[in-house]
């Protein structure tokens, strides 16, 4: 009886010994290794042996959710190797009440697998795995538990009141290192957002182009959400449709059509509509959303599993969206939903201010009276289109037009009249030339074409082409007209007077370049 005795006291005392080592090992860990993913394995490791344990897990739960994920596990090399639980296994509570339980009420279970308070479903997963009894200990930061520490061994024996005293210890460090983990986390991904608004910020501030702008904001919110795309798209509600500006996505994001940048927002898309005509923020899992046909074959082409829609506003006008998506299931919460709408706001701005700028220019290069470009912006044509033909290579055309007979307009129906034939001069110029080329008043009744690309004989061709449809044309004079006569288009009935009106009359002169020169 006293050998037996005495073997007892000293098992009882290596037990210690191993147990005190392996909190040693675990505090160890905590203060070396800032990685947390490997502190937890390691703490594992060193747990195994304290209470008996041969298989030990931790498994975390985020908020709202109905599942624990297991994010590290280890076991004894003696423990079957069937028994491997893979990194990422999800446990519904449903079928795993025991654990529901410690998580609800934050205490420690632990008992033999036969145990009532294992459900049928576990006692006989449990028992299949070979175990014989476990403790279960909540993982708990303040009053909230994050998770569970699992700990089990074959024996099918009583836990001591000592054994699921130290096991808690294991728990309580544990949660302080995720929570000082996490708390370092959120002060990196804090110290990142900050940045990256502040560089758009920036950006928005003094970037003088648009469009590299927007591109570097869809960068930034791909970065900030994790997600895999991400686009700027202006909103045009007279015509119902919307622009991609700008498009960001990762690598290996499926290929698309870059050539279409304009889309029709009807009724087909009726989630776009939601935050283009509603203002609505919305976000969402694919496979969750109530989508018609066309959405769903638009998400579906891409693989995209989630994605969230900003709306980007000026007053209470939205212009257009911010919109990131994923292949991935990603919810995004309040905290990334929030960074969206801030980054929309200040892209808004953005695009306010370029379109006032673009506006103010417009005007500053636009000649009042005719409505084309004004003397000194169509000679800043005329050089960009100089150094980009010696720079290329190509063909360039300018064409000088005057107005014959156009001081005996002003001399016999006064300079309103001349004002008409100017007008209507430019208006027949825009209407007969390609979109590509520039027109400008070059002063008085001079206009001043810039033609890229158009070489000696096409330009011949043009010239023969505005004279002809010139011969045909007719100058009403409006300033002529009467109020009550100005919506009488051709000669009226009998007794209403004829619109009064001058033909028009071209001179134009042309010169080529490298033919004629290579200066202004």
Do not use: C
Not at 253 to 281: I, K, N
Not at 439 to 446: F, T, W
């Amino acid at each position: 009886a006293l050998a037996i005795d005495r073997a007892r006291l000293l098992t009882d005392e290596r037990r210690r010994a191993d147990e005190q080592e392996a909190m040693r090992r675990i505090v160890q860990t905590f203060v070396t290794n800032d990685n947390l993913q490997e502190m937890l394995q390691a703490t594992l490791e060193a747990a195994l042996g304290i209470a008996r344990a041969e298989f030990a897990m931790i498994e975390l739960i985020e908020p709202g959710e109905d599942f624990t994920t297991s994010v590290a596990a280890a076991a004894l090399e003696t423990r079957p190797t069937d028994q491997h639980i893979p990194h990422g296994t999800r446990y519904h509570l449903s079928e795993w009440p025991s654990t529901a339980r410690v998580l609800r009420e934050r205490r420690t279970l632990a008992a033999l697998v036969s145990d009532p308070r294992f459900s049928s479903f576990e006692q006989t997963s449990l028992q299949e795995a070979g175990i014989g009894s476990s403790i279960i200990t909540p993982l708990t930061i303040g009053t909230t538990a994050i998770g569970v520490l699992n700990l089990s061994t074959r024996e099918a024996q009583p836990f001591t009141a000592d054994e699921i005293r130290r096991v808690e210890e294991v728990a309580t460090q544990i949660a302080l290192a995720i929570e000082r983990s996490r708390l370092i986390a959120d002060e990196r991904q804090r110290a990142k957002e900050q940045e990256v608004l502040r560089s758009i910020l920036q950006a928005v501030v003094s970037s003088s182009d648009i469009n590299s702008m927007l591109k570097d904001a869809t960068g930034a919110a791909m970065r900030l959400t994790d997600m895999e795309f991400s686009a700027v798209e202006l909103w045009a509600p007279e015509r119902g449709e919307a622009t991609v500006m700008a498009r960001s996505h990762v690598p290996d994001w499926p290929a698309y059509d870059h050539s279409v940048t304009t889309f029709t927002v009807d009724d087909l898309w009726p989630t776009f509509l939601r935050a283009l005509q509603g203002g609505e923020q919305v976000q969402g899992l694919v496979r969750e959303m109530t989508l018609n046909e066309t959405e769903q074959r638009h998400f579906d082409t891409s693989g995209t599993g989630s994605f969230a829609l900003t709306p980007m506003t000026i007053g209470d006008r939205v212009i257009g969206i911010l919109n990131v998506a994923s292949r991935k299931e990603r919810r995004l919460g309040a905290h990334d939903l929030g960074l969206l709408r801030e980054m929309a706001a200040e892209v808004g701005l953005a695009v306010e201010r370029t379109q006032l700028l673009a506006a103010l220019q417009e005007r500053a290069d636009t000649d009042g009276l005719t409505g084309v470009r004004n003397h000194r912006a169509i000679l800043e044509s005329l050089d960009q289109e100089i150094a980009r033909t010696r720079r290329t290579g190509s063909a360039l055309t300018i064409m000088m037009i005057d107005l014959d007979g156009f001081k005996q307009v002003n001399d016999t129906a006064g300079h309103q009249a001349g004002d008409d034939v100017l007008r209507r001069v430019a208006d027949f110029l825009r209407e007969n030339l390609r979109e590509v080329d520039r027109v400008g008043r070059y002063g008085g009744d001079e206009f001043l074409l810039v033609m890229p690309d158009l070489d000696p004989e096409g330009a011949r061709q043009v010239v023969t082409r505005l004279l002809d449809r010139a011969d045909q044309e007719s100058v009403v004079l409006w300033s002529s007209v009467a109020d009550r006569d100005r919506t009488q288009q051709s000669i009226g009935p009998l007794g209403r007077p004829a619109l009064p009106t001058v033909p028009m009359r071209l001179s134009i002169g042309m010169a080529s370049l490298p033919e004629d020169g290579l200066l202004r």
